[in-house]
């Protein structure tokens, strides 16, 4: 692996020794190691959002079916109030003493966080606190996952090549619905063949107790990984960045970096409202109040799950489509499709039966495919090496904690109050418009090196190449 330092070269002319080239086989490890996080993070959310029936009997007995849903929704959003400050200390972490040591950290928190969930009791047994003791289990969940996400993508585009980011970092996204899917299944099968009284019991946490073997292999992928060729650049340029430099780089985020910021938050927003509204609230939506559309609980969590099968299937082909055209076409894409498609997927899913609902949970599939297959590249492009991993971790988890993770109880919320079973398109229109102003004031990224970082290629016969064309 050759590096070089982030410094540019006189007139923009550049020589094959100041590219950065990294070994095909080491990149395939970065991606494993980078998206073991997300299937950790997404297996407990998958988990999460189709038991949440039989954990609302088990943490809210006795409530009304409108309480204990809000009150499970409430749960599962209460992490993401937390997310916010792991961000802005693990963030700045990442920054100061590595990107591998730090999601290392992260990777075992969430692990220990959901596995913790399977051995505490239920109200029956201790009354109020097991909702307490979930709530403070989600806690940890939510600020390890604060600085997670944003760590995981900069760990990827670093050590991407600049022709291939799009389709290297739509692996992480491949993770995390894989995480999903695994979670979706298991839950699905454990409620589908134990008995409700035993799932009550015992059944519901197994689950959970998955969780810690997948940490434990998510710790050893990224203890064996060296830093990205990125960091170790600014590392050897940047004495003493080990020192306490965690309020002076928040500082600097929020007061030079601000409009790059406000850019982040809004795609971040348009596509976790898309992601939570499809993988949280779309479960319990079509089982409370639609009364499961027509269908079988078994049949609509299969449904999902199907739909969840086939977005693995087009993310990395979409990725590398954003690598040939461009991250803001496939974006503005996705917006779009919220705008005009939003209302009439929700109808699809009402109307019930079962080609309907797959239509409609398909239609919403298809609008997150364009945001979760190139997020992961054109997020960290709009940062510079030195600040990437804060600012990410800083305005990802504070767009996700106020629009993303709060979809769910919020739409549920507006639902209850209004008796409107529209909510959910009107709330992804609204997402929709707000992604493609964001998306608008987003500097094209294909193909492009990232801000204070040399170009990357995949082999030194390409920086080659890129050298020879500087000279031009």
Partial sequence: MAESGAHEAVGGKLTADQITVTEPGIIRRAIGAAAIGNVTEWFDFGVFAYLQTTIQKVFFTGASQ??????????????????PFGGMFFGPLG?????????????????IGTFAIAFIPSYAAIGAAAPMLMLLARLLQGFSTGGEYGGAMAFIAEYAPDKRRGFL?????????????????????????????????????????????????????????????????????????EGNQTLREIKDIFSKYWRPMLVCGGLVL?????????????????????????????????????????????????GKLSDKIGRRPVIYAGCVLMIVLAVPSVLLMRAGGF??????LALMGLMLLCFNSTMPSTLPALFPTEIRYGALAISFNLAVSLFGG?????????IAATGDLNWPGYYLIAAGIIGAIACYFTKESARKPLPGSPPAAATREEAEEIAAASQR
């Fill in 355 to 360: 080609w309907p609902v797959f239509s409609g």
């Fill in 66 to 83: 409108t309480v204990a849903t809000i009150g499970t929704l409430g749960l599962f959003a209460v992490a993401f109030l937390v997310r």
């Fill in 169 to 241: 970092g739509s692996w992480l996204e491949f993770g995390t619905l894989t995480g999903y899917a695994i979670g979706a299944t298991c839950a699905t099968l454990i409620t589908s063949l134990i008995p409700e009284d035993d799932l009550l019991s015992w059944g519901w946490r197994i689950p959970f107790l998955i969780s810690g073997p997948i940490g434990l292999i998510g710790l050893y992928l990224r203890l064996k990984l060296e830093e990205t060729p990125a960091f170790k650049a600014l590392a050897a340029e940047s004495e003493g960045r």
């Fill in 406 to 414: 709060t979809t769910a109880v919020v739409t549920a919320g507006l």
């Fill in 270 to 318: 348009v596509f976790n409202v898309t992601n939570y509204m499809l993988t949280s609230y779309v479960p319990t939506y079509l089982e409370e109040p639609l009364k499961g559309a027509g269908i079988s609980s078994t049949t609509s969590q299969v449904l999902q799950i199907v739909v969840l099968l086939l977005m693995m299937v087009f993310i990395t082909f979409v």
């Fill in 95 to 111: 920054d100061r003493i590595g990107r591998t040591k730090v999601l290392s950290l992260t990777v075992i928190l969430m692990a």
